[in-house]
């Protein structure tokens, strides 16, 4: 009869690790968007679809990866495959979103090492930024509904944090500002918990070991990266230009702008940039040792954040200061998809595309991301032809 169990479990246990290959290996291929179009796709493959986390728990995670290094969507999928496969799932979680764009850099770095150019995609990607900016507009009014319902403080702090972002305020002390600000207001008179942050070693960040070239530099300094970098895909340049073009001179200013193109046209997070630059360094085994390291922090940053997030939601105190973080959560987003809006509507082919999928993620909610992404693609084809 233990046996029996025993099989059982096994089975089941492999069955949700297969489901969150599957579920993770699909939103790696669609992430467009930036973060905001990654977690859009997300939301709606892990709450609304799979229902393995609920839409609260969605948003502590989500908040709580905006003020933590790292890319974020890749911390929230990792979050999901722990909910929903334990540690095993985590990982297979996180390999399986980053592995698509893995592939596709490896590809374009194979083609531009060959004919010193990129391969000519736009004619298929026209049509995703304005569907992935109709997934973020939609996604966006669904999380107001859902996290900030009638709370006037979580209103204002939206409207604050709303304010400062498209001013261009530092999102993580926006965000932790909110959280701090409605713990207070509801707690005034007991003291703030405080909130564990990472402290990095001095060492990591002054690696330097003296050498022209070696695989295990490579490696290391995609590590430091991956484990301080906070921000947007500028902050990303600034750090792979000080240590790849400044410092060691393995890339030129050029290869190192195309290898941040790369990273925003291909699916997946913009640390993908690292996998096109690592090849142009030394080929596929620079590919892989600059994604492994540029990632790898990520894990275990995953591992402290689902502890961390576990023991705060049976917090009553600190259930108010994820409240917080939240609700400033759905204005960044909001914020990003202003920008996108404004970026991907330059003429009345983008403006069609965008009005199409915005109504399909409005009024047909049972219609998958995958769908909606490849009606942009396909339309944007279209129309382009036309």
């Known amino acids: 009869m233990k046996t029996i169990n025993s099989e059982q479990a096994i089975e089941s246990a492999n069955k949700k690790l297969w489901q969150i290959a599957v579920s993770c290996l699909k939103l790696g291929i669609i992430g467009f968007g930036g973060i905001a179009g990654m977690v859009a796709t997300i939301e709606n493959e892990m709450v609304i679809k799979r229902k393995w986390i609920d839409h609260q728990h969605f948003m502590d995670v989500l908040s709580t990866s905006y003020i933590i290094p790292g890319p974020n969507a890749v911390e929230v999928v990792m979050h999901c495959g722990k ?18 764009a893995m592939l596709i850099c490896l590809a374009f770095g194979y083609f531009y090492k060959r004919y010193s150019s990129l391969p000519d995609v736009q004619h298929f990607i026209y049509g995703i930024r304005p569907a992935t900016t109709a997934l973020v507009v ?62 990095y070693s001095p060492i990591l960040l002054q690696i330097n070991m003296g050498l022209r070239f070696s695989q295990i530099k490579l490696f290391f300094i995609f590590l430091k990266i991956g484990a301080i970098l906070y921000g947007s895909g500028y902050v990303l340049f600034a750090y792979m230009d000080e ?16 290898a941040i ?71 960044v987003i909001a914020v990003v998809g202003i920008h996108l809006f404004t970026s991907s509507i330059q003429d009345w082919h983008e403006a069609a595309i965008l009005t199409i999928c915005l109504a399909l993620m409005l009024f047909q909610k049972k219609l998958g991301t995958v769908l909606i992404i490849l009606t942009g693609s396909i339309g944007g084809f279209l129309l382009l032809k036309l």
Request: aromatic share 12%.
């Open 83 to 100: 909910e929903r496969g334990g540690r095993l799932g985590l990982v297979v979680a996180g390999i399986c979103y980053i592995f698509p």
């Open 243 to 258: 240590a790849l073009v400044r410092h060691n001179h393995w890339l030129s200013h050029q290869q190192l702008t195309d």
């Open 261 to 331: 193109a790369v990273g925003q046209i291909t699916p997946g997070p913009i640390f993908s940039s690292a996998t096109f630059a690592g090849y142009l360094i030394n080929g596929i085994n620079g590919g892989v040792l600059a994604t492994a390291g540029i990632f790898l922090p990520s894990f275990f940053i995953s591992f402290f954040l689902h502890r961390v997030i576990s023991s705060a939601r049976k917090s009553q105190k600190l259930r108010l200061f994820l409240n917080g973080l939240s609700a400033a959560s759905v204005s």
């Open 138 to 199: 939609g996604t966006v009014f669904r999380l107001w509904n859902k996290t900030i319902k009638n709370n006037i403080i979580l209103i204002i702090l939206c409207i604050g944090v709303f304010a400062g972002s498209l001013y261009g305020m530092n999102e993580v002390l926006l965000i932790l500002g909110a959280g701090i600000i409605n713990y207070f207001i509801y707690t005034s008179k007991n003291k703030m918990h405080l909130f564990a942050g990472f402290l």
